[in-house]
């Protein structure tokens, strides 16, 4: 079993930034997948960033150039830096790990794993 704590939410104006941060329970290492997804009120939740053990990145089109997802082995936590925020980027986000049925990417993963979630609101 593992715990993933989220952290790193809140409210910013359109064109700020936030850093959203996933703690696990154990060391990540020789965890293959791990991923960042939201969901908007009224909407399906979607993946917007994944990354394996070996830092290849996958993105939701729509955040390219403007998410950054990496993970750091020696704090077992999973991280996204988000830049030039959108309102249309207002969701709670989760994190993921551990891959139950394997995507083309991590980002199109289905995973065992789920944190708390932390909303992200953007105003105009």
């Known amino acids: 079993q593992v715990q993933l704590e989220v952290s790193g939410g809140g409210s910013v104006q359109a064109g700020g930034s936030l850093t959203l941060s996933c703690e696990a329970s154990?060391?990540?290492?020789?965890?293959?997948?791990m991923a960042w997804f939201r969901q908007a009120p009224g909407k399906e939740r979607e993946g917007v960033a994944g990354?394996?053990?070996?830092?290849?990145?996958s993105y939701l089109e729509s955040v390219k150039g403007r998410f950054k997802i990496y993970r750091d082995h020696a704090k077992n936590t999973l991280y996204l830096q988000i830049r030039y925020l959108k309102p249309e980027d207002t969701a709670m986000y989760y994190c993921?790990?551990?891959?139950?049925?394997?995507?083309?990417?991590?980002?199109?993963?289905?995973?065992?794993?789920w944190g708390q979630g932390t909303q992200v609101t953007v105003s105009s």
């Open positions: 154990i060391s990540i290492a020789d965890i293959y997948c």
């Open positions: 993921a790990a551990e891959s139950s049925i394997d995507g083309p990417t991590c980002r199109e993963s289905e995973y065992k794993y």
């Open positions: 990354v394996n053990q070996w830092a290849t990145e």
